[in-house]
Each structure stands twice: as structure tokens, then as C-alpha cells.
């Protein structure tokens, strides 16, 4: 099994539909993040949690919000989806050894019509 | 604002021969990683610098950081058709700090 988990892996939404994107991770890591991949940007950084009770804003989080329900799950909704937020999202995780090494999982393709 | 950015964007070479990736960035850095992404499918780690480390290997890699320079390099030698993919730096400010991701370098290797 996947150390990182996401679902669903696809999504086809309309505009205006609320979104929830989940995660969940099986290293026991107590750091978790969520990217945002479009062609030719790379990766760009919505949130990250450094434990449950914290939850920080990356680059891009207008539009998004996050939940940390346990310290394995971190979910990402689009409260209202709209056709720019049509992306491939990552969750990952990482450890406290102050290294950032990341641990991805295998992507949550989203289209917003 | 994105922290390092690959150059080239995009490099095709033949099988067996070597292909250099680079990464510059902005500010200083605690580390330097490489990631891996085949088409579509989530990031793996490659291989990780410290900010005081100039160099280090790991198979057919091999990664440089100058850091007077705010550079670093990637070199896969002998690729490899499966070596296909899009390669991209990450840095780390310090260890409260999430990665900083950039743009990629995509990767083909012809057989």
C-alpha cells in the first residue's frame, strides 16, 4: 500500500460545486502539505500543517481551505470550484528531521467545467 | 514567488549519453533536494544537499551546489530510456520552512 494516499485519484465537477480532496499517510509524519501542479509552473504550495493543531497558508490558498483531522489526514476542499482551479493537486508529508524531504502521493487530477 | 527555476526547460538527448539539469535560486539556503516525476504521477526524492556540501553522488547522479553562485546542477550519466521524466529542484530556507518547488525540467531520452 501507498505511504501517501489521496482520493478520489480523478474528479470532474461544474462550477460552483463544493470540493473536498483527501489524504491520508501511513509514516507516521507529523508534517503535511498541499501542492498544486499546472503544466509549466511546477509545483506551487496552497497549505501546509506542521502538526494537527497548526495549519498555515502557502503561495496559493485563496479559494482553498484545509482540514487536519488527525495527525495522518489532511484534506483540501474548494469551497466553490471554479475552472482555474482545473489542476493536478499532491498531498505529502514529511518528518521532523528538519531535512523537508517530501513524500508525495499520487495525485487528485481536478476538473472544474 | 517560486524559489529556483530549472534550466533548460526542456532537454531531449540519445540514450547513453549524459544530461545537466540546472537549478538557480534567490536566497539562502538550509538544503537542496531533486525530485523525480513520471508523467503525471506523484514527485519521488532523489537526492539531497546541504548547504554546506559541494557535492554528492548517488548512482548515476551527481549533484553540485555552489552556493556563491546560488546554483546547482544535477548530472544523470549513461540515461537510460526509463530515466524519461520531469526533474525538479526544490530548497528548503530552514527546517520550519515547507519546500519551495520550481518549474521542471522535462526529460526525454531517446533509445
Known amino acids: 500500500d501507498a505511504d501517501v494516499t489521496q482520493t478520489p485519484r480523478n474528479r470532474i465537477t461544474k462550477t460552483g460545486k463544493r470540493i473536498m480532496l483527501e489524504c491520508s499517510q501511513t509514516?507516521?509524519?507529523?508534517?503535511m502539505y498541499w501542492y498544486r501542479q499546472d503544466p509549466g509552473l511546477g509545483l506551487r504550495l496552497i497549505y501546509y500543517?506542521?502538526?494537527?493543531?497548526?495549519?498555515n497558508k502557502g503561495e496559493i490558498s485563496d479559494g482553498y481551505s484545509v482540514s487536519r483531522q488527525a495527525q495522518a489526514k489532511f484534506s483540501l476542499s474548494l469551497e466553490s470550484a471554479i475552472p482555474n482551479q482545473t489542476a493536478l493537486y499532491f498531498c505529502?508529508?514529511?518528518?521532523?528531521?528538519?531535512?523537508?524531504?517530501?513524500?508525495f502521493g499520487e495525485g487528485s487530477r481536478l476538473t472544474v467545467l | 514567488s517560486q524559489q529556483g527555476e530549472e534550466d533548460p526547460q526542456a532537454l531531449s538527448i540519445q540514450e547513453g549519453e549524459n544530461a545537466t539539469m540546472n537549478c538557480s535560486y534567490k536566497?539562502?539556503?538550509?538544503?537542496l533536494q531533486w525530485y523525480r516525476q513520471n508523467s503525471g504521477r506523484g514527485l519521488v526524492h532523489l537526492i539531497l544537499?546541504?548547504?554546506?556540501?559541494r557535492e554528492k553522488h548517488s548512482g548515476r547522479l551527481r549533484v553540485t551546489l555552489d552556493t556563491s553562485k546560488k546554483s546547482s546542477s544535477l548530472l544523470i550519466t549513461a540515461s537510460r530510456a526509463a530515466d524519461t521524466a520531469s526533474y525538479f529542484c526544490?530548497?528548503?530556507?530552514?527546517?520550519?520552512?515547507?519546500?519551495?518547488f520550481g518549474k521542471g525540467t522535462r526529460l526525454s531520452v531517446i533509445a
Open positions: 536566497t539562502s539556503i538550509n538544503n
Open positions: 544537499i546541504r548547504s554546506n556540501e
Open positions: 500543517s506542521f502538526d494537527v493543531k497548526d495549519i
Open positions: 526544490a530548497t528548503l530556507f530552514s527546517g520550519n520552512t515547507p519546500l519551495v
Open positions: 509514516k507516521g509524519h507529523d508534517r
Open positions: 505529502a508529508s514529511s518528518g521532523t528531521d528538519n531535512t523537508g524531504e517530501l513524500f
